[in-house]
Structures are given as C-alpha cells and as structure tokens.
C-alpha cells in the first residue's frame, strides 16, 4: 500500500509539476507582452522637438543641432545633450535658459553655477560688480 501512495504522488506531483511550468510559462509571456505594450504607449506619449520623420518627432538639440540618442537624455519636459551641455524644453523646441541676475547673461535654469560668472546664488549684482564682471566676460571673449 506504500508504494501505491508513493506512485499516486509522484504522478500527483509530476501533474502538478507541469502545470505550474505552463502557468509560469503563460505568465512570463503575458507579462513580456504588457511590457511590449507600455513600451509602445509610452513612445507615443513622448513629445520630441525637431524634424518630422516616418516615426513621428526625433529628438534634437535646439543649440547644437545634435540628433545622436546616444547622447540626448530625455528629462520629462526637458531634453538635455551632453555634448553640448544645453537643455531643449519639449513644449517650444527653444533652449532653456534663464537670465542670470549677477552677470545677465544667459545660463541654464537647471545648473547650479552660471557658467559665465560662477555665480550660484541666485542675487542680483549691484551696478559696480555687473560692470566689473562684465569687462572681465568681455575681454575673455564671452
């Protein structure tokens, strides 16, 4: 009688055995789909700036020109290049930069220092500094 429970089993076992691999299996497949499909939704929800292709809007630097994915980053509203150093807002295809208050040029709205006077807090510049700073920016070519 043992041996015939330990036969039940084993066939019992095997059976159950191949059911979770086909369940696995069915699983894994239904899951790889689902990530093909959010792959697919959310390319179409991404907003590129550029020129138009077969494939919609690719992704290009509005400062450089530079449409390598390698080295364009997509930041949600922001499209930064890391050749340049330049960020693209998506919503107008125009660089993202902000007036700096210490020197009054340019600079990126993200970055911790201006690039042209160092400057990170964010305080306007009295008259004297602005101008000294600004010969300094001038005679180094900026």
Same mark, same amino acid.
């Given at each position: 009688m043992d041996q015939l429970k330990k036969e039940a089993l084993r /066939?019992?076992? !095997? @059976?159950?055995? !191949? *059911?979770?691999t086909v369940v696995g299996a069915f699983a894994g497949l239904a899951y790889l789909v689902s990530?093909?499909?959010d792959d697919e939704s959310s390319n179409?929800? *991404?907003?590129? *700036?550029?020129?138009? @292709?077969?494939?919609? *809007?690719?992704? /290009?630097?509005?400062?450089?020109g530079n449409t390598d994915e390698n080295s364009l980053f997509d930041e949600k509203e922001e499209i930064y290049c890391s050749k340049c150093h330049h960020r693209t807002l998506k919503s107008t295809g125009e660089d993202d930069l902000v007036e700096c208050p210490f020197c009054h040029r340019m600079r990126d709205r993200k970055a911790m220092y201006c690039r042209w006077?160092?400057? +990170?807090?964010?305080?306007? +510049? @009295?008259?004297?500094?602005?101008?000294? @700073?600004?010969?300094?920016l001038k005679d180094m070519g900026f």
């Open positions: /066939k019992g076992l !095997k @059976t159950v055995r !191949k *059911v979770v990530l093909s499909d179409d929800e *991404v907003l590129f *700036v550029g020129d138009d @292709t077969s494939d919609g *809007v690719e992704m /290009k630097c509005a400062h450089c006077c160092n400057d +990170s807090a964010w305080q306007p +510049s @009295t008259q004297e500094e602005f101008e000294e @700073t600004d010969r300094i």
